[in-house]
């Protein structure tokens, strides 16, 4: 296959920002790209909010791939974010560590899985803590990328 690079590489400079290009890309019919560069793009200052209180994680499983969440994933989980019903989050649950959708069922908090192989967790009664909200997931498209 045959690849066209938008910009001059240079691959002896390090990886800390990276060409932005100026236009989208459109997930339909395929349009000529712009050939300019709008500008660099430090991807971890475009994901990371709180860097002093930002960590990654992998994570491991099946439960979450209804959420966009896959075996292997690198996470983005900020530890300064307060956390609201509908985010993603990194638990402690009893001493195990879980990602789930923090939600409700009735009136009660529910750790929620992205996969109907799993059950809801119930929070009531439970040592829980949470570890941070996942605010960026990085998912590879290429087999044995990333990991």
């Not at 475009?46 to 791939?65: I, K």
């Not at 923090?102 to 803590?129: F, Q, S, V, W």
Request: hydrophobic letters at 40%; a negative charge.
């Amino acid at each position: 296959m045959h690849a066209t690079y938008i910009g001059a590489q240079d691959l002896a400079a390090p990886v800390t920002s990276l060409p932005l290009a100026a236009d989208t890309v459109r997930a339909g019919f395929p349009s000529p790209a712009d050939d300019y560069i709008e500008a660099e793009l430090d991807l971890v200052s475009h994901l990371v909010q709180h860097p002093s209180a930002t960590f990654y994680v992998r994570a491991q499983g099946d439960s979450m791939v209804q959420h966009g969440i896959h075996d292997g994933d690198l996470l983005i989980v900020d530890r300064a974010l307060e956390p609201r019903d509908g985010d993603i989050l990194i638990m402690a649950i009893d001493g195990d560590l879980t990602v789930k959708k923090l939600g409700t069922i009735g009136k009660r908090p529910y750790l929620l899985p992205g996969n109907p192989n799993y059950a809801p967790i119930p929070m009531d009664g439970r040592e829980c803590h949470v570890w941070g909200v996942v605010t960026h997931n990085v998912h590879a498209h290429r087999v044995g990328v990333g990991k």
